[in-house]
């Protein structure tokens, strides 16, 4: 199988509720984002998928991200924004339009990540 990734970033507020430490006031990241696709076999011209329509993709929702408070975000109303479950949001909406997506990968600063797979791809 091949594996493309396309990255993006964005900054935003947010806070987590319930936990005890800094993270429950509410404080600011850049996000890093990778998405990952798979393909099985390449098309007629030798590509598995075209970086540019993840990439549209991707920017599109980043855009509707950058410069939030993810809290007031609907999906994160009633969750926390934690880089997991940005993960699962950022994954459940780009797999509506590009159903091979394998992984979202979410860096909350340079050294912290999570990644979100589903059992099933």
């Not at 994954?91 to 797979?117: C, L, M, Q």
């Amino acid at each position: 199988m091949f594996e493309l990734s396309v990255e993006g970033h964005f900054s935003a507020a947010h806070q987590v509720k319930g936990y005890i430490g800094d993270c429950a006031d509410i404080h600011g990241h850049t996000y890093k984002v990778k998405v990952t696709v798979g393909a099985g076999r390449l098309d007629k011209i030798g590509m598995a998928v075209d970086f540019r329509s993840v990439k549209k993709q991707l920017d599109e929702l980043l855009k509707e991200l950058d410069h939030k408070n993810l809290n007031s975000i609907p999906f994160f109303e009633e969750r926390n924004a934690t880089a997991e479950y940005i993960a699962k949001y950022l994954f459940d909406r780009i797999k509506e339009n590009i159903s091979s997506i394998v992984a979202v990968t979410v860096w909350e600063g340079p050294n912290y990540s999570v990644t979100y797979s589903p059992d099933e791809v």
